[in-house]
């Protein structure tokens, strides 16, 4: 059952919230979504879409010591794999929805922080794949939802509201250290990587995922 999480209200500093949600984007159609990629690794380096480098590395500064908290309090086991930070601006146009998943493994704190507008849909929790009891983790601007997964327990999904487009940051600790989190979670390590090479093209023909 998905019960380990954190919900934390005012997760962001106000200069950066009015800052993302003043970001100037391209425009995006109702059943659309699209996703400004943004990553600071722990030797510095950056890579960025729509975010200033030095703003990657403030926004970074800012929040690593609590995010890196988060991961001890949730996973312990994983703390020790991070390598590099995702800073994603991800908007979904007002018909957009994705379906029920549990992140990739690689994902060793997941973060998505509620930006804009003021009223939208916020994230759905599931016990299962199948979308068993839903919980709703309603949306309030600068409301941060974050977990760390696990293969049976972390299912969950998102949707706009049909009305406007709904833009988050999502906000991930990462690791490229695939092998060792399977031996943690006691998955296979070859079966998923088959099931993250394929869930792409899956979900790009199908609506789906494994």
Same mark, same amino acid.
């Given at each position: 059952?998905?019960?380990?999480?954190?919900?934390?209200?005012?997760?962001?500093?106000?200069?950066?919230?009015?800052?993302?949600? /003043?970001?100037?984007?391209?425009?995006?159609?109702?059943?659309?979504?699209?996703?400004?990629? $943004?990553?600071?690794?722990?030797?510095?380096?950056?890579? /960025?879409?729509?975010?200033?480098?030095?703003?990657?590395?403030?926004?970074?500064? #800012?929040?690593?010591?609590?995010?890196?908290d !988060?991961?001890?309090n949730?996973?312990?086991?994983?703390?020790?794999?991070?390598?590099?930070?995702?800073?994603?601006?991800?908007?979904? *146009?007002?018909?957009?929805?994705?379906?029920?998943?549990?992140d990739?493994?690689?994902k060793? !704190?997941? =973060?998505?922080v &509620? @930006?804009?507008?003021?009223? $939208?849909? =916020?994230?759905? !929790? &599931?016990? $299962?794949?199948v *979308?068993? $009891?839903?919980?709703?983790?309603?949306?309030? +601007?600068?409301?941060? @939802?974050?977990?760390?997964?696990?293969?049976? #327990?972390s299912?969950?999904?998102? %949707?706009?509201?049909k009305?406007?487009?709904?833009?988050?940051?999502? &906000?991930?600790?990462?690791? +490229?250290?695939?092998?060792?989190?399977?031996?943690?979670?006691?998955?296979?390590?070859?079966?998923?990587?088959?099931? %993250?090479? !394929?869930?792409? &093209?899956?979900?790009?023909?199908? *609506?789906?995922?494994?």
């Amino acid at each position: 059952m998905f019960t380990n999480f954190r919900v934390i209200d005012d997760f962001l500093k106000q200069e950066h919230f009015n800052f993302l949600i /003043n970001l100037k984007l391209n425009d995006i159609k109702k059943d659309e979504i699209k996703i400004y990629s $943004n990553k600071y690794s722990e030797d510095q380096k950056c890579e /960025n879409s729509c975010l200033e480098l030095d703003f990657i590395k403030e926004f970074h500064n #800012t929040y690593h010591k609590q995010m890196m908290d !988060l991961l001890i309090n949730l996973y312990p086991e994983k703390s020790s794999l991070y390598d590099y930070s995702e800073f994603h601006i991800i908007e979904t *146009g007002a018909d957009y929805k994705y379906p029920i998943h549990r992140d990739t493994p690689n994902k060793l !704190l997941s =973060g998505v922080v &509620y @930006l804009s507008p003021s009223v $939208n849909k =916020g994230t759905i !929790l &599931y016990e $299962n794949k199948v *979308g068993k $009891n839903p919980k709703i983790i309603e949306w309030k +601007t600068n409301r941060a @939802l974050l977990f760390s997964r696990t293969e049976k #327990t972390s299912f969950h999904s998102y %949707e706009s509201d049909k009305i406007s487009t709904r833009r988050t940051l999502v &906000y991930n600790l990462m690791t +490229t250290k695939l092998r060792e989190v399977c031996k943690i979670e006691k998955i296979n390590y070859q079966q998923i990587k088959m099931r %993250e090479f !394929l869930n792409p &093209y899956i979900h790009r023909f199908f *609506g789906k995922v494994l």
